[in-house]
C-alpha cells in the first residue's frame, strides 16, 4: 500500500471525537505534491462528489506557514449548502473556527489562463459565504502545523454557508472591508489591498489551475477567503456574523 493511500485512509476515518494524533509509520507527506495527492484521496474514499474548490490566499496564510503560494482544497456536496442563516452543533466537528468567504460561480470551464478582463467572463455570480473550518489532524510534537499537513486536511474546510448574492462588479475588492461581529461585538476587520483580495486570489487560482491540469468546470464553485487576521473560534451559545457594506451578512449561531 503506497504513503499517499495511508495518509489518505487516516483522515478518512477520523472522527470528531478521534483526530489523526500521528501520520502513520513512514508516511507523512513531504512535499507540496504529496499533500494535494493525499487531499485528493481522501475524497475518493470517502465517495465525495466535487463542486467546486476552496481558496486561502490572504496574510494569515503566508505568515503562518512562510510561504508565498497559495493552498487549495476541494469542496464536496455534502459539504456545501447555500444558506445566509444557520445554526451548527459543536458535536458534529472537531474544532469549530469561522471563516469568511466570497465565492464565485463559474460560468464556463477554465481551459486556458486568465488576465484581469477574460477572468470576468468566467464569472457567473459571487455570493457572501462561510466556511466552518475543521482540523482532522491534532496538531502536537509529532504533527506539526505545517503547509503540507495543512492542505493534506484539505485546507480545514469542512461545512460552507454560501449566502446571498453580491454585486462583485460594483465593489472594488481590492479596497473592500468586511468584519465579524460575535453576539453583536465587533471582533476582527479584515481589509484588503491591490494584490491580496478575492478577484486577485480568483486570478491566481484559475492560472495556477490550468498549469497544475486541476478540472474548474462550469457551475463550479470557487471560495475564497477573506484577507481576516485568524479563523474566528466559536463557543457554544454565540451568534457570528460575517458582513461586508452593502452586501447581505452570513449567520452561524452555535449550539451544544
Given amino acids: 500500500m503506497s504513503s499517499i493511500l495511508k495518509c489518505a485512509q487516516a483522515l478518512a476515518a477520523a472522527t470528531p471525537k478521534a483526530r489523526v494524533a500521528a501520520w502513520p509509520a513512514g508516511c507523512a507527506p513531504s512535499?507540496?505534491?504529496e499533500a494535494y495527492e493525499i487531499q485528493k484521496e481522501v475524497g475518493n474514499i470517502l465517495h465525495k462528489r466535487q463542486v467546486g474548490w476552496k481558496v486561502v490566499d490572504n496574510d494569515w496564510l503566508?505568515?503562518?506557514f512562510e510561504t508565498d503560494q497559495l493552498a487549495y482544497g476541494r469542496l464536496y456536496s455534502d459539504k456545501?449548502?447555500?444558506s445566509a442563516t444557520t445554526s451548527i452543533k459543536l458535536s458534529d466537528y472537531f474544532h469549530p473556527r469561522i471563516e469568511p468567504h466570497y465565492t464565485f460561480k463559474i460560468s464556463s470551464d477554465v481551459t486556458e489562463s486568465v488576465d484581469y478582463y477574460?477572468?470576468?467572463s468566467k464569472i457567473a455570480g459571487m455570493r457572501t459565504t462561510v466556511d466552518v473550518t475543521d482540523a482532522r489532524l491534532e496538531i502536537n510534537d509529532e504533527l506539526k502545523n505545517s503547509f503540507v499537513n495543512f492542505i493534506a486536511d484539505n485546507c480545514r474546510s469542512e461545512h460552507v454557508l454560501i449566502g446571498e448574492v453580491a454585486n462583485w462588479i460594483q465593489t472594488d475588492l481590492g479596497t473592500s472591508e468586511s468584519v465579524?461581529?460575535?453576539?453583536?461585538?465587533?471582533?476582527?476587520t479584515a481589509v484588503h489591498t491591490d494584490h491580496i483580495n478575492p478577484l486577485a486570489s480568483l486570478h491566481r487560482f484559475l492560472n495556477q489551475a490550468v498549469k497544475e491540469g486541476l478540472q474548474v468546470k462550469r457551475g463550479q464553485w470557487v471560495s475564497i477567503a477573506l484577507n481576516f487576521p485568524v479563523q474566528q473560534q466559536v463557543r457554544e451559545g454565540q451568534e457570528v456574523v460575517a458582513y461586508t457594506r452593502d452586501m447581505t451578512e452570513n449567520i452561524v449561531r452555535v449550539k451544544e
Fill in 180 to 188: 465579524i461581529y460575535v453576539d453583536k461585538k465587533h471582533i476582527q
Fill in 118 to 120: 477574460t477572468i470576468q
Fill in 31 to 33: 512535499t507540496i505534491q
Fill in 80 to 82: 456545501v449548502q447555500e
Fill in 62 to 64: 503566508h505568515e503562518r
